[in-house]
């Protein structure tokens, strides 16, 4: 019987579970979260809804007891952006909960995988990786999924094509220094470069908005409804049944890069094989003009703070 626990009911944690249990990813889910009366709420209202779902038993408290044996542990709890600042700010604060949290996780659901959310994502998946003292490809994060998609929902508005035609990934750092991987985007087996359709090209000056709208995403949304949750529900969950189904999709995920491009050392997200055994590939996807100094950029961004903080 699959189990996911969710560390955090707040507005991501909560989003996740609700996608969760509307694509029927797993059979139980467990929520946990320092707040005993909102826990409680959303396991209250998210069962309420089960008579029109796929049937999965949904739990939850302030006992981080909710959480044994579970097969993939999501790490949402933490602080989170205020309106003006960056994901970078947030990681002191983040990095001393997992250094608390993660052992007892570990003790109680010794076979999960650890699937971080918790900003910034790539520093915390750092360092749920080191206090946890699993394998690399067990402990992972969202890294950029929710900004793949993001990029590939703005090329589709752009082009006129489906979001599910379009394949392109943004790589590295969950925050300002991501790098999208134009050289490689695709729609149709068309390069994105070469597409030319009746909105026009894809040009330097169209693929820099998409980009800066991409970075832009986040603190636009947290300036209009306080946090971001329903789309990282739905891509939380789409690394979940990668997982628990054993689908092997390509995802960029963020996790501990071995000489990839010559990056290692750091979590950082690339396009990556994931499926039942957690990361099982980081796929080295070609890097074109420039992609590759930008990588390596996010990497030292991502580096730095992380050497601040011992990790
Ligand atoms: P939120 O404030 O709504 O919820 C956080 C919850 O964590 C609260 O309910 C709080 O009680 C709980 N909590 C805090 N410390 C805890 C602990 N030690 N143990 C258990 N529960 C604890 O915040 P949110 O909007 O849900 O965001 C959560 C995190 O997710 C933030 O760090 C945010 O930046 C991040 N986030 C990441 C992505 C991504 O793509 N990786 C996207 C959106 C948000």
Redesign the pocket.
């Known amino acids: 019987m699959t189990k996911v626990a969710i560390?955090?009911?707040?507005?991501?944690?909560?989003?996740i579970a609700y996608a969760a249990q509307i694509r029927g990813v797993c059979r139980q889910l467990a929520l946990?979260?320092?707040?005993p009366q909102?826990?409680r709420a959303e396991v209250l209202d998210l069962n309420h809804g089960m008579q029109f779902t796929p049937m999965a038993q949904i739990t939850g408290g302030?006992d981080?007891e909710v959480c044994r044996d579970a097969d993939v542990v999501v790490i949402?709890?933490?602080?989170?952006?205020h309106p003006g600042q960056t994901?970078l700010d947030?990681a002191a604060a983040?990095v001393e909960?997992c250094r608390?949290?993660v052992p007892r996780l570990v003790d109680l659901a010794p076979a999960a995988h650890l699937l971080?959310?918790?900003?910034?994502?790539d520093v915390?998946t750092m360092a749920a990786l080191k206090f946890s003292g699993l394998p690399a490809n067990r402990v992972f994060?969202?890294?950029?999924?929710?900004?793949s998609s993001r990029l590939r929902f703005l090329i589709a508005q752009h082009t006129g094509v489906a979001v599910q035609n379009v394949h392109a990934y943004i790589a590295g750092e969950?925050g300002d220094s991501e790098v999208p991987l134009w050289s490689t985007a695709t729609i149709g087996g068309i390069p994105v470069t070469d597409w030319d359709g009746a909105n026009g090209r894809l040009d330097a000056a169209t693929r820099t908005a998409i980009h800066e709208r991409v970075v832009g995403a986040?603190y636009e949304i947290i300036a209009g409804k306080?946090?971001?949750?329903l789309?990282?529900g739905l891509?939380?969950s789409r690394i979940l049944e990668a997982v628990l189904k054993d689908e092997n999709r390509v995802l960029p995920v963020s996790s501990m890069l071995d000489d990839v491009h010559g990056i290692g050392g750091v979590c950082l997200s690339m396009p990556s094989v994931v499926g039942r055994d957690g990361v099982e590939a980081v796929l080295p996807t070609p890097l074109g003009a420039g992609e590759s100094d930008a990588l390596h950029a996010s990497a030292g961004a991502v580096a730095a703070v992380a050497k601040d903080l011992g990790l």
Do not use: E, F
Request: charged residues 10%; hydrophobic residues 50%.
């Open positions: 560390i955090g009911a707040g507005a991501v944690g909560a989003a946990y979260d320092l707040n909102k826990v302030d981080l949402t709890a933490g602080a989170k952006q994901r947030l983040n909960m608390t949290l971080v959310v918790t900003n910034p994502v915390v994060g969202s890294g950029t999924v929710l900004d969950h986040a306080g946090a971001t949750s789309a990282i891509a939380v």
